[in-house]
């Protein structure tokens, strides 16, 4: 039973264009919530992240929104550009001492088109 | 060097052979991990040490057995591995359990003949 869902498994932009990527949880003890990038050969790098008591951070061109009703979360790339083309894993942990545990999404490979 | 260096980077090895994959951080944090990753299938945890104390251990066969000698260094030990354990594995670190991110390293990638 997956508590963090990327529904998409890719999606392709056009240069210059936004990029929009989703992602669903269950788990309502959720509070802390990361996106990473992931190039081929190489391990995931954190991206940004937004905890529970927020519903948006920016940085830079990329913004996550997190709609704690809906249980959804959204990366926003813009302008998107051919160095984003990668697999992006939206992350999640659980409130509480001692808690080190992300659950991850199985990733969306994020095509970006020149 | 900086960030999370691991090695080997890939890894071929029989069922009946013993190994071990190491991961360094140079970046001053007290919380490592290790991760698989297997093809089509997320990211799961296996090991946490924090303060070089394993803090969990998500069900993990006895065939894999970590050991964290400082804060710095991690290592999984592999004995009498079975094919289905031919993955990605993925060292992690952090700064504590609070809202801090974990930095990864680029794995090693593992082959059971």
């Known amino acids: 039973d997956q508590q963090v869902k990327q529904n998409s498994p890719s999606l392709s932009v056009q240069e210059g264009r936004i990029s929009i990527l989703n992602c669903d949880y269950t788990?309502?003890?959720?509070?802390?919530f990361l996106w990473y990038k992931k190039y081929p050969a190489e391990g995931p790098t954190f991206l940004i992240s937004?905890?529970?008591?927020?519903d948006k951070n920016e940085d830079g061109r990329f913004t996550v929104f997190l709609n704690k009703s809906a249980k959804h979360l959204s990366l926003h790339i813009v302008p998107s550009q051919p160095g984003d083309s990668a697999v992006y894993f939206c992350a999640a942990r659980a409130s509480g001492a001692g808690s080190y545990q992300l659950t991850f999404g199985k990733g969306t490979k994020l095509s970006v088109i020149p | 060097e900086t960030g999370v260096t691991q090695t080997p980077r890939h890894l071929v090895m029989g069922m009946t052979n013993k190994k071990s994959l190491k991961c360094e951080q140079h970046l001053g944090h007290n919380a490592m991990y290790w991760y698989k990753q297997s093809a089509k299938k997320p990211l799961e945890l296996m090991f946490v040490?924090?303060?070089?104390?394993?803090?969990e251990n998500n069900s993990v066969p006895s065939r894999f057995s970590p050991e964290c000698p400082n804060s710095s260094h991690l290592f999984l030990h592999l004995h009498t591995l079975q094919p289905e354990d031919s993955a990605l594995y993925l060292c992690?670190?952090?700064?504590?359990?609070?809202?801090?991110?974990?930095?990864f390293g680029d794995g090693t990638r593992l082959s059971i003949l």
């Open positions: 992690a670190s952090s700064q504590g359990e609070g809202n801090q991110p974990q930095h």
């Open positions: 937004i905890s529970s008591i927020k």
């Open positions: 040490y924090s303060l070089e104390e394993r803090v």
């Open positions: 788990n309502s003890m959720f509070d802390y």
